[in-house]
Structure formats: structure tokens, C-alpha cells
């Protein structure tokens, strides 16, 4: 598809443009970035689609046009209470634009991430899958990959940068109507009525998931099969240690303290406390403490499921998996929708229990720096704790050997469903840089 857009790449004209902007009521934003995966990442263009529908993309680069984006275009729009701007991702932009002095910022993908997924059955927030989604077009992302630090540039690319921009906008008018056409329940008896009504098909949809995902296991494991379609086997070592083995292992792996790596406490681990049990506590983050039932009716169970897979048919299998995946989860994200509602009405009311709906108190997790722990519970007969997979690498990159004593590793079999490998796009790419 065309779009008509405006390339600007001289001060002034980008001045003028900012004065339009700047009485604008909103404004949709994206950027695209030079040197990205370098300490000097900076914009390389800037594409603004305002409210009357004028789409704008600004180069950047040259020195005066930098220093127009940072003195000018910052400080009035973006740092600007005024002026509505809207991005996917919004976080990335403020990282590049102005960052904590930024001012009305919104985003597109915290928008699309209120709409729970039976309103919106996708996987992924990105902005190609949500135009894929809503459009059923296909962006093609490989202009991501090109260097935009480069010029002359293809005029293919500035219309795809132009775009994100537009599509930026067309996603926030969707949306919008999304959000405000949803519905939910607002009686405490129409969320009860809707709650029993749902049961039977996600007990079924349940059913049907773990059926599909527990024969494929065991299939799997008696075939001594790693690999089956986009399925995953593989082997994993779980260790457990004892609070001073892990503690001596911390000392020499971690000697400044800089890696943090709670343990949680469970209810026969405080226990196991005795006289160190309080002030233990003191020292610990407190989870938990309270349950949510729901309620059920005995009587009415879901028939067993069976599932058989077809050994020559690995892609069926696949899509056997992903439809009844896609079945739980539009009846689990419907129920937990109406378990928030009813909670914000008992809550409110100040009521532990409404229409078979109830509160209750849970077990609590306490959380705690294990060298903190052995310092004030040195001597109690805890148990072993699990080493996570992040203190492993911790270990492992130290080159601390684990001792002995003190440790007990098991091996498990863990089924992944791997995903397809797409290029990450700048909203994903901008969690591993922060």
C-alpha cells in the first residue's frame, strides 16, 4: 500500500514542524535507531503522524537536525504535558526522547495488554502481529535489520518507517473501541450466573490441553525421541544444597554481594526456624498470606480425555496442541476476568465470601538473601534449597565447583514447544538493553 508522507532533513523545516506539532491535541510516534547496539545508539529518524492525518518523517542525522531533536522537538513535545503521544512501546521511544522528563506517553502494546486474550487471541503484542491480527497484513520487519545509520537511504525504507508510524495510529483507533466496546459483568449474580455457566467448557478445555500435552510426553519419552515437530525433550539436572554449602559456594562466586538471589521459606521451612523463626521473618519479603476459592459443583465432572498421537504426523500433533492451547485459554482468561470482578466487589464490601465466591487465608512464602539466612538461622535443620538456573550460571561463570556434601542433584525430562524463529523486533530487542 502507498502512504503519503512528508521527508523533512532541514532544520528549519523541522522547526516549523514542531511548532505545528506543538498545538497538535495528539500525536503517534516511532523512531528508528543508528549504532543500535552500541553505548552511542542514537535517532537516526523520527516519524510523527499527527491528529488531521499528516504523516512526517524526519532524518535525523546531520548535526544541526540532532541538535534541533534535542533542543527543540524534546523539550516542546515530548517533554510537553499538552500534547497526547502515543507509541508501541513506548518505553523505547523515552529511552531516545527525553526519557524520566517525558509527559503524556502512552502506549499501544500496555493498551493492547488490557484486552484479555478472548477479546484478543494472540500470543504476541508486537506491532506486526497486531496489524497481522486486526489487518491480516503482513509488515515486512526486515527493515529492522538494515543500518540506519547509512545514507542515502532506499525509498523503501523511509515508507516503511513512515508506516510504523501510521499503523502506530491505526492500532491506537482500534484499540480504543476495543477497550471501550468490552464488557464484564457487573452484579455480583451475573458474574455467578457467567462463572457457572463457563465451567463445564474450561474443565473440558483443560482436560483436552493436558491430555494433548501429556501424551505427547510420554510418546515421546518411550520413542527415546528429542526432537518431534516444534517439540523439545530434552534432560535437566535440578541440585539441591544445603543453606551452608550454597552460602560457602555464594561467598566465592558472588565475593561482592552484587548478585541477589532470594530463597523462599515454605510453611515446613519456618517451622524447621524454632527460635530464629521471628526474626527471620523480619528480614524477609512476606507473599502470600491469603487464598481465593471459586465455586464448584461436585456433581458435574468433565469426561476423560485420551489423545493419541500420530508418530508420521508430527505437524498434526502441533496443531492439535496450539487449537486446544488456544480452547483453555479463551475460557481460563474469561474466568480470570470474572474472579478479578468479584474480588474488587467482595473487597470493596469488605465481605470474605459471596454467592460460593471466598477468601481465605494461604500459606505464606518468606523471602530471604541466603547469606542473611545463614547468618541468623546458622544451625537449624533446614532443608536442601533448589539452585535456580540463574545461580548455576553464577556458579558456573566463577568457576565454583559444587561441593559434595550438601548437594543432591536429580534429573527430570522437560517438554518445550519451541517457537518460530522470527527477528526480535525494537520493543523486544530494548528489554535486553535495559
Known sequence: MDLEFRLIDKPGTFGGAIASWSHQPRLWIDIEVADYYTRDAHVATLQVRDSDGAVTVVDCLRDEMRARLQGDFIPKIMHSSAVEKWAHCARYEQRFLGRDAIQNLHCTLALSKELPYYHLPTRSWSLASLVRHFWDEELDKSFQRIDWGKRPLAPAAWS????????????????SKEVDARTVPSTPADIAARFAEMSPSYKRA??????????????MIDEARTEFGPFHLSERDYAKIELGAFVGGLEKADPHELVTCP??????????????????????????????????DPSWRAPPVTYEVD???????????????HEFRLVDSERTELKKAIKAIMMNDGVDELLGFRFGSGARRWRIDPRELHRLASGSPLGRFCL???????????????????????SGKILRRRQPKNTLAHEIEMERLE
Open 206 to 219: 483443560k482436560r483436552q490441553k493436558e491430555a494433548v500435552w501429556s501424551s505427547l510426553r510420554e510418546f
Open 263 to 296: 530463597l523462599s521459606l515454605t510453611k515446613r521451612d519456618q517451622e524447621a526456624l524454632g527460635a530464629a523463626a521471628e526474626a527471620v521473618m523480619e528480614a524477609s519479603e512476606v507473599i502470600g498470606g491469603h487464598s481465593f476459592r471459586v465455586p464448584s
Open 388 to 410: 535456580t538456573a540463574k545461580v548455576r550460571a553464577l556458579f558456573e561463570g566463577g568457576d565454583v565447583v559444587l561441593p559434595e556434601e550438601g548437594v543432591e542433584i536429580k
Open 160 to 175: 516503511y518507517a513512515a508506516w510504523d508510524a501510521e499503523w502506530c495510529h491505526r492500532l491506537w483507533e482500534r484499540l
Open 311 to 325: 508418530p508420521n504426523k508430527p505437524e498434526r500433533v502441533a496443531q492439535d496442541h496450539h487449537e486446544s492451547d
